[in-house]
């Protein structure tokens, strides 16, 4: 059976690169698409994921993580948790969990110590600098731009068929404290079902959760709409609906794959990078922009 991965941004290639090893080999979505997301939470210098994340109005770092099975429907999540080195394997733990599948602040901590993950201080001096600099620069409460927020989704189907997803952000950078984005949200960052394909989401969180963008995805694909369809019509759909009863929409970019490796992507921005490997074709990073 033909295997495929495709995440966001181009801060998902180096990830996926390790992943394409994993899924050549015949092992699981789900192992690779964990490799790939911990890559990007490792890597301080992709500053909206993991170390070295966005922080808060606060200065803290906390981080939104989920995971999805295609196959068994097991979903886990945290959401503003701090202080914890993978949030994406607390994730990929709580699956195992048939109640209490999603936890948040303290709670989550708590979970992910009571199961023996490393503590860590997630904030860099870096990250300390530019949480400085913006909080000269602007007024709190007339903060706007949230410059520079991005999640890494990872969709992956391995030769078994089987596809998983999973999402890892610090969100929006200078979120107040608490503040969840779409990324953890089932149905709205992400969503898999191995009879079907799956999806993920970046972009403002406030946005997509209004749309259930993922899921809404994996519906049309469902209908008989090529993944490439599903995505540029789920975009457009929420985009315009954002425009006519709010006036606006903010940054959303989505990815998907069906369960026989065919791909989609697409954005209401000029420029949405992302990452694709399939059995026909090397990790490469392509540019999407907004077309209606
Ligand atoms: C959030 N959707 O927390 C995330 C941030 C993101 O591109 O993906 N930005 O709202």
Redo the contacts with the bound molecule.
Sequence with gaps: MSWGIIG?WRMALEGIMEAEKLLKDGKSSLDAIEVAVKMVEDCPEYR?VGYGGLPNRDCEVEL?AAFMDGDTFSIGAVGSIKDFKNPISIARKLMDERYNIFLVGQGAERYAHTMGFQRTNMLTDYSKEEWKKKKSEIKLDKLKAYDG???V?IVGLDRNGKMAVATS?S??FM?RSG?????PLSGS?FYADSEIGAAS??????D?MKGCISYEIVRLMEEGLHPQEAAEKAVNKLNQKLISKRGEAK?I?VVCMNNKGEWGVATNINKFSFVVATEAEEPTVYIASFSD
């Design positions: 966001t909206s939104d927020h991005d999640t989704g952000t969100g929006l979120k503040r969840i984005g779409d990324s960052g989401a970046t972009g403002v969180g406030e997509i940054d970019s």
